[in-house]
């Protein structure tokens, strides 16, 4: 094996994340419950995944948002969108 060929995968900011915050996210996500989204992050709980208020106001103002983090190479863009999907 080359060792100069390992990767090592870049911890996903989703599990760090206290628990009831990704129940709680995971459920608004679920039942697209945008105002209720919105009002998570304004409490400053997805600041580790890069999101605020505005970018969970509408499914349109996600997509922008993990549009902006893929551009960014934020380490969750790809996670977060698998799982809103």
């Known amino acids: ?16 994340l206290p628990q009831p915050v990704r129940a709680e996210l995971e459920r608004l996500l679920a039942t697209d419950d945008w105002p209720g989204l919105a009002r998570l992050a304004a409490t400053g709980a997805l600041l580790p995944l890069g999101l605020g208020p505005a970018d969970l106001a509408s499914p349109a103002a996600f997509g922008h948002a993990l549009t902006r983090l893929a551009a960014a190479g934020h380490p969750d863009d790809a996670a977060l969108g698998q799982r809103a999907g």
Request: glycine letters at 0%.
């Open 1 to 16: 094996m080359n060792p100069e060929r390992i990767t090592v995968a870049e911890p996903d900011p989703f599990d760090a």
